[in-house]
């Protein structure tokens, strides 16, 4: 006995079709081309297995994201100090380097060159990992006692190729941040003047002084290599004070405040009136953060002039500063 023809797979398919157009109002006689069957098709599974395709973690390593100095940076300060106890300041230069990933806090080495002078044999440093091992901070002590921490207009590099990831991939040296997966960075002079201020602030105990809360009668605050406390009055929600500075009487002098804090300063001569001088409040160099952050510069006009300075408003009722004349 003979069964019932088989159908085929487009067989079935075409009848399938008839079906939904006949649902649809279509004229059966209409000819009915059969779509592939997605049986026929290659195979999926025949493509190329993702799996195969190189593992993206074994060429990406972690990325520096975010350093100080920056990557290329120029001018970069060669000499910071910070106080190792009452009576002593120390030099160095600190290096901050931020990852894009955990890495591993058992490697901190990097290797220091000097690109200038590459007769100098390169220096074995060991960084300090910060925030559970996403930031390596390295500290560049004198090479001797009698040497700086950095040169002056060097061209250095870090190399940072003892570095690890959590997962043990070594730092990305392909990676646009950083290019070769070192740091390289150009120094520039040193700011002696800020090196002076900053020994007077790390060192010594302030001198305490209120400023006036009166704009006609107030305390002075001029005295040259003094490091001062200064304390503003309460006005409305905010601090704002007065203080005195008389100006030398041979020539223009200029004045320099070496602050903790970026407080707004007006100067105004009162010898005769009320003239305005010009002041510039702006960051200063990072000789020795955060004992000095800022600087208010201005010039003193010759003759013994009064001149009253005028703190605020501001948020801040106390903060330090040392007054250097030049």
């Not at 150009?186 to 002076?196: A, I, K, L, M, W």
Request: hydrophobic share 35%.
């Amino acid at each position: 006995h003979q069964g019932p023809p088989m159908r085929t797979a487009a067989t079935t398919t075409l009848l399938a079709t008839c079906a939904l157009l006949a649902l649809a109002g279509c004229d059966n006689d209409d000819p009915v081309t059969p779509t592939p069957d997605a049986g026929t098709q290659p195979d999926a599974g025949t493509q190329p297995d993702a799996g195969t395709q190189p593992d993206a973690g074994a060429v990406q390593g972690p990325i520096v994201i975010g350093s100080t100095p920056s990557e290329g940076e120029t001018d970069v300060l060669p000499v910071e100090l910070f106080k190792t106890d009452a009576m002593t300041t120390a030099a160095r230069k600190r290096v901050t380097l931020v990852f894009d990933t955990p890495m591993d806090t058992t490697a901190a080495e990097v290797t220091l060159v000097d690109r200038t002078t590459p007769a100098n044999a390169p220096r074995t440093l060991t960084g300090t990992w910060l925030e559970y091992g996403l930031m390596l901070v390295v500290d560049i002590p004198r090479p001797e006692s009698d040497l700086p921490p950095l040169e002056e207009e060097t061209a250095y590099t870090l190399e940072l190729g003892g570095l690890r990831s959590a997962e043990g991939h070594a730092v990305d040296a392909s990676h646009a941040g950083l290019g070769d997966g070192r740091l390289d960075f150009t120094t520039g002079r040193r700011d002696g003047t800020t090196e002076h201020a900053c020994a007077h602030a790390l060192l010594e105990s302030p001198v305490p002084v209120t400023a006036s809360a009166s704009p006609n009668i107030y305390p002075a605050t001029d005295a040259s290599h003094e490091f001062y406390a200064l304390t503003l009055p309460a006005s409305d929600t905010s601090f704002l004070g007065y203080t005195e500075v008389v100006s030398g009487e041979s020539r223009d002098e200029p004045v320099v405040l070496y602050l903790d804090r970026p407080i707004p300063v007006a100067v105004h001569d009162t010898t005769e009136g009320e003239d305005a001088i010009a002041a510039a409040l702006e960051p200063a160099r990072p000789v020795c953060l955060p004992a000095i952050s800022h600087t208010l510069k201005f010039t003193a006009p010759g003759g013994d002039r009064f001149l009253r300075l005028t703190f605020g408003p501001t948020e801040q009722e106390t903060f330090n500063f040392v007054f250097e004349r030049y």
